[in-house]
Every structure is written in structure tokens, then in C-alpha cells.
């Protein structure tokens, strides 16, 4: 069984070849609570996690305690990372595969802003 810490699912193509060749169970946990204003726009930006991490990713160890994992895999984005450790997973692997998508001019932008500036390209 596999485990993954992730920002936001995304393309999975080589893990999904993986799936296909040898069929396993995967569990995906998507990181806790960041620390960004709702309605901002953030992809692979490294955001500082939200005040309660400590409480949320208790919870995410304590739902995982019923599982055994022959591997783990999580994004090396801080978010994930600290999840994973705090989860008692230090070994697992750091894979850039698993990082969220990178939104360019719009990252940390507020989603107003971005709708703004696409009102004169859009009819």
C-alpha cells in the first residue's frame, strides 16, 4: 500500500502506469489547513500552514494508525512534508511529481484580481 501527501491531486500518469501493472490500493491524504486568505490563488508557492496544524494533522495520524504502507511518497512542498513527518513517515520519499501545479502571474494573486484581468479577454 502507498501513501501520498499531496497539495491538490493532479496528473498521476506514471504512478497510474504503475497501477496498471501491478495492482495496489493507494491512499491519498491531502495536506492540512495553510496559512493564505481564502480566495487566493496559490500553487507551488511554499505557504506557511495555518495555526492549526498541530490539532488537523493529529487527526490525519490518528485516521492513519489502521494502515501499514510499504512506501510513501509526498511533495516537497514544506506543507506536505512537515505532515509527513509529524505522521512518523521521515523516510518516505520526496517526489517533484507530486508538487502542484505552478500558476504563474496568478499565483498569490486574489481570485477578483485574476477575474479582473481576464474580463477584457473573455466575452
Known amino acids: 500500500m502507498l501513501w501520498c501527501v ?3 491531486l493532479q496528473s498521476f500518469n506514471d504512478i497510474w502506469c504503475s497501477i496498471i501493472l501491478s495492482p ?3 491512499v491519498f491524504i491531502r495536506r492540512t489547513s495553510v496559512d493564505v486568505s481564502k480566495g487566493v490563488c496559490y500553487g507551488n508557492t511554499d505557504v ?13 495520524k490518528d485516521n492513519l494508525s489502521a494502515y501499514r504502507f510499504d512506501k510513501t511518497f509526498y511533495s516537497p512542498l514544506s506543507r506536505c512534508v512537515k505532515l509527513a513527518e509529524f505522521c512518523g513517515y521521515p523516510e518516505a520519499i520526496k517526489d517533484n511529481r507530486l508538487k502542484e501545479i505552478n500558476f504563474g502571474a496568478w499565483e498569490m494573486q486574489s481570485y477578483d484580481a485574476i477575474r479582473s ?4 479577454l473573455v466575452r
Open 117 to 120: 484581468d481576464l474580463t477584457g
Open 48 to 60: 506557511n500552514l495555518a495555526p492549526s496544524f498541530p490539532q488537523e494533522a493529529s487527526a490525519v
Open 24 to 26: 495496489m490500493k493507494l
Open 6 to 8: 499531496i497539495p491538490h
